[in-house]
């Protein structure tokens, strides 16, 4: 498993970044057999330390959690108990969903832009009525079941997921409704 401990704009000693790996390895050990990466960042907002982790398994399941403390290692181990309690959550569904996959999630390229306001398009051009891209990044799109896209857009603790499904290859999008249920957007299925 690789390991990726950093901090923003503070200094992180060997020390925090062997608990880290032995905490994370105990973690993943009891509920996820075959993590494949770890990205802990630890940063400082006013007099909190905060730790963000986010662990990737092979089945290609993403993990997030955040922590946040007045000390560092304090900020760690809350976020290490949230990844606990989201994998012991998840563990029964994990095992189901994946005992049939002999192969891992095969992952696609996509672009992921922001788009500025309406209020700061508005305010930057009255005339033209292109949003403004604020940042652009590359992202993966898995191909999964509409179940294991759930489960994962639970986990990642996100609002909606972009999937490709594994039955017919198309472009779907799994959301949270307003209401707490989840809706499911398969383009394929509304002609």
């Not at 802990?40 to 398994?57: A, D, R, T």
Request: overall charge negative.
């Amino acid at each position: 498993m690789r390991y990726q401990i950093s901090g923003k704009q503070i200094d992180i000693g060997e020390a925090l970044q062997t608990h880290v790996k032995t905490e994370l390895e105990e973690i993943l050990g009891k509920y996820a057999g075959r993590p494949t990466e770890a990205i802990v960042v630890f940063s400082k907002s006013g007099h909190e330390y905060v730790c963000e982790s986010v662990v990737h398994l092979s089945t290609g399941l993403t993990a997030q959690a955040r922590g946040v403390a007045t000390e560092i290692y304090a900020a760690f181990d809350a976020s290490g108990e949230k990844m606990d309690k989201q994998l012991r959550r998840y563990k029964r569904r994990l095992k189901d969903h994946h005992r049939a996959r002999s192969q891992p999630v095969e992952l696609s390229d996509a672009g992921s832009y922001i788009l500025a306001s309406m209020e700061e398009t508005e305010e930057a051009s009255e005339q033209d009525h292109t949003p403004v891209i604020v940042a652009e990044t590359e992202t993966k799109v898995p191909t999964i079941s509409v179940g294991e896209a759930v489960m994962q857009m639970e986990l990642s603790d996100s609002a909606l997921l972009v999937f490709r499904n594994e039955k017919h290859n198309g472009v779907n999008v799994v959301y949270r409704r307003d209401d707490g249920n989840i809706g499911w957007v398969d383009p394929r299925n509304s002609r």
